[in-house]
């Protein structure tokens, strides 16, 4: 299933990031920015917030394709606040960093949901909050040696390039559309219809899963032989 590994290692990608950043925020605030812990828990108070504005910034980048789209919204603004001499000054680009890994974490949602077969859609997406807890807390983990080595503004542009390279390999490869293609156990991508009609014209078949209704004839002179739900249905 390669749409779902991509999807998995997008967002481990991301929360790693997510994870070193709040760590590297607290070494800039106190070094580089010379504030303190309130100028740092704004920071990280616009960082979270921003993530409401999502889909603003979803339809705002609509016209771009997803990797460059996602290269604006993250990369970007990770640039913007290592070079950003102040802590007002990394405010604006927190922000759209914030709506930024919303918007990612959407598509790679929407990436497991299509690309994993329906019946192991659930696990999917178990592992990948399980991937992301751990990737979160390894990336936290990491950074105050990673800082110790490069600094934090050194670390953010490091992080800054090689997410680049993972959210261009992970968002371009494009999920199977509904009505176009379905995905069977083995993950392989089969055109399919969107439906298929029954008796009567009632669908029986709905992106590759099977409806079934058992209906009855009823013995009731007055309806003759009309096909109906049972009551207890």
Known sequence: MPLVRRAV????????????????????????WGAGVTEFGLATA???????AAPGLILLLRRLSQP??????????LLAVAASPGWTLALLPLAVLGAGLTMVECRTTRMLQKGAPV????LALGVADAALVGSAMLGALVAPWL???VGSAGLLLTMAV???????????????????????DRGLQHETELSVQGDRGIPVV??????????YTSPSPR?????RMPSSA
């Open 46 to 52: 616009v960082l979270g917030f921003a993530s409401l």
């Open 162 to 184: 090689a997410t680049g390279g993972v959210l261009w390999w992970g968002l371009g490869l494009r999920p199977v559309e509904p009505g176009r293609g379905v995905a069977d």
């Open 119 to 122: 019946r192991y859609v659930a």
């Open 9 to 32: 290692l997008t967002v481990m990608a991301l929360n790693a990031v997510i994870g070193a950043l709040g760590v590297s925020l607290l070494s800039l605030a106190e070094t580089s």
């Open 223 to 227: 309806d003759g032989l009309l096909s």
């Open 206 to 215: 709905l992106h590759g899963q099977v409806d079934v209704c058992l209906l």
């Open 68 to 77: 460059l789209a996602a290269q604006v919204a993250v990369v970007l603004p």
């Open 147 to 149: 800082i110790g080595a």
